[in-house]
């Protein structure tokens, strides 16, 4: 039998009704045989299943944990490219608003908000016609308590409303005492889960508004009312949301051996990746000395004595494959 691929055009996602059965076997099993799967060859086209380098006979299944990270990478790879796109964009044209003789207004639902003054009053004024829901993403690492207090009766003027109030923030933040102290008077009206990176700062207000930052110091920003945008940026939340770590478990402990960590072992993906010290520090919402802190001990654990030296070390420790994100409980997230 000749395998054709539009025979099987699905994703990984969603299984043919084959792929579920023949990958279910192959894990059963272990391991099967190049014909008992040539009803399912789409398995190895997604990499779910590959030859066994013993016996090139026999296929192995890619286990599930592994299948998942892979794909989950990928998403978040996207995630953060298009929200880089869509910033460098708004970066671009913001040059030119300043010619246009219709200074802060837009006919495709997009404002460009000049100096912090307005960005806040347009974010207030967000708040107060909230009337569902309010998600955010904060990836800064441990919030101060000055800026906690002052989003406090915004808070608990919304969860007054009974709007939904979700927030991601970086595992970092988790180490810092003004959020928990936050949540507490909140009485659990927010919702508050964490990654090991996130994506820039967002703030989305039921189906109507969102707020993303133009330039790296915030001093603009981009004012998205355009409904295609606003649902564009509430799947992305989403998605993030279902990756996240709630607030109330604790972060998986997923060491790398060699007294390696799991923030470490996330350092060590985005030093693969050729990202320099003060980008990995931001995007983990670490500062830059922490984040040096943590190349070093990591160097010193792999032996490593040169930058280019690590990236080979990270490579063959195999600390680039990631396994599925669990819950405190020992079961997979949603």
């Not at 055009?9 to 059963?28: K, M, S, T």
């Amino acid at each position: 039998m000749t395998y054709a691929p539009e025979a099987h055009p699905h994703g990984a996602e969603r299984l043919c009704d084959d792929g579920d059965r023949v990958y279910a076997h192959a894990l059963q099993k272990g391991r099967i045989t190049r014909q008992e799967a040539e009803e399912a060859w789409c398995l190895v086209e997604l990499a779910l299943l590959h030859p066994d380098p013993v016996d090139m006979q026999w296929l192995l299944p890619t286990p599930p944990r592994v299948a998942m990270s892979r794909l989950l990478h990928g998403i978040q790879e996207d995630f953060a490219a298009t929200h880089d796109r869509v910033t460098a964009l708004a970066a671009t044209f913001e040059r030119f608003a300043g010619l246009d003789v219709r200074t802060g207004v837009s006919d495709e639902g997009l404002r460009v908000l000049d100096g912090h003054t307005r960005i806040e009053a347009a974010i207030d004024e967000a708040t107060a016609a909230c009337g569902t829901r309010m998600w955010a993403v904060q990836p800064d690492g441990i919030r101060r308590e000055k800026i906690l207090l002052k989003a406090l009766p915004l808070a608990q003027e919304m969860a007054r409303k009974q709007v939904q109030m979700r927030t991601l923030y970086t595992h970092v933040a988790r180490h810092g005492p003004a959020l928990a102290a936050y949540l507490d008077k909140l009485g659990g009206a927010v919702e508050v889960r964490t990654l090991d990176e996130c994506i820039e700062r967002l703030l989305l207000f039921d189906d109507a508004v969102a707020f993303i930052p133009v330039t790296a110091d915030r001093s603009v920003a981009l004012e998205v009312r355009h409904p295609a945008l606003i649902n564009y940026l509430a799947i992305v939340f989403d998605r993030l949301w279902r990756l996240a770590v709630p607030f109330a478990e604790p972060v998986p402990a997923l060491g790398g051996g060699e007294g390696i960590t799991h923030r470490e072992r996330v350092i060590a993906a985005l030093l693969a990746e050729g990202h320099t010290d003060a980008v990995i520090a931001q995007r983990l919402g670490l500062n830059v000395r922490t984040c040096r802190y943590h190349i070093a001990k990591l160097a010193a654990a792999l032996g490593s004595s040169s930058r280019a030296q690590l990236g080979v070390r990270i490579a063959q420790a195999g600390m680039l494959d990631f396994p599925e994100p669990l819950r405190a409980d020992g079961e997979s997230r949603p």
